[in-house]
């Protein structure tokens, strides 16, 4: 998963690599539709009129889609739960929030945090492989207060959803040596609970092309660490003149594998951060 700092980004913004940077005027405007948008469905839903909430929601998704170039752009390409591009099918718009429907861990359903339906700060780029298995599903921790559109608390739920918008949660999650995600060790039992069902739910091990990228990638890291170290000692004994040489282009590959726009990358700078090596973790930041 990787961590979007969504809060901070804007489809105005001209530093984001591979967009086309939208104009004060046209980020308006799409902002002015959402709000309309939002306000025919306050109506409706205020009438009972659900059903047709729903189709307006259904009718209108050419609205967010809009932004789908935009969300690519901010994660290099990358699904932002899987990491992957093409390996996790292609991309959809997910909304992080359900927009019509929201399953509880028991399958009960309430209804949809529709008001976010066009609210862009909902929105994650997701390949489908995980969207589809999610569908609706949105459980809060038993106790939790609850969003609605009359009384807006989104902060103060306890989602179990793992969201990459925030540092925190995206900092839950580890990997296995057999490219299983799983929870960061010393995660409380809240911690894991939500890691575990986030897993489960957007099939991020279940998936098996998935794992058995991230097992390849854990391996070539590995391969390449053990390089560093046996190439390091040759270069503090100062006896082999190309040893810096050698150690330069592993630590150059090892960088390349763990930088943000390259997949995976979490695998990668997970597992070098695992050997407990400072001279290692330094290459990662």
């Known amino acids: ?13 001209t530093d984001i690599p591979g967009w086309e940077p939208w104009t004060r005027a046209r980020w308006e405007a799409w902002k002015a539709e959402s709000k309309r948008l939002v306000d025919e469905l306050a109506e409706l839903d205020a009438a009972g009129r659900k059903s047709e909430r729903n189709a307006l929601i259904d009718a209108r998704r050419d609205h967010w889609s809009q932004l789908k170039p935009w969300l690519q752009a901010l994660s290099a390409g990358k699904c932002w739960f899987s990491e992957v591009r093409e390996l996790y099918s292609h991309y959809d718009v997910e909304h992080f929030r359900p927009k019509k429907e929201a399953k509880a861990l028991d399958s009960t359903v309430r209804d949809g945090y529709w008001w976010l339906a066009f609210d862009h700060m909902n929105f994650r780029l997701c390949g489908n492989v995980g969207n589809r298995k999610k569908g609706g599903w949105f459980p809060l921790k038993e106790g939790s207060l609850c969003s609605t559109y009359n009384c807006r608390r989104e902060a103060s739920e306890f989602a179990y959803l793992i969201d990459p918008i925030e540092y925190s949660d995206v900092a839950l999650l580890a990997f296995d040596e057999e490219g299983k995600v799983i929870p960061v060790p010393g995660a409380s039992p809240w911690q894991k609970a939500r890691v575990e069902e986030t897993v489960k739910r957007l099939k991020l091990n279940e998936h098996p092309p998935l794992p058995e990228e991230r097992r390849k990638i854990w391996q070539s890291v ?3 660490i053990d390089k560093f170290k046996d190439v390091n000692t040759s270069v503090a004994g100062g006896d082999d003149p190309s040893a810096k040489g050698r150690l330069k282009e592993i630590c150059l590959q090892l960088r390349e ?6 997949e995976l990358s979490a695998v990668a700078r997970w597992c070098i951060l695992v050997r407990n090596d400072l001279q ?6």
């Open 222 to 224: 590995n391969c390449l």
């Open 280 to 285: 290692l973790t330094r290459l990662i930041g």
């Open 257 to 262: 594998m763990t930088q943000p726009d390259a």
């Open 1 to 13: 998963m990787i961590w979007i700092d969504l809060e901070g980004r804007l489809p105005t913004d």
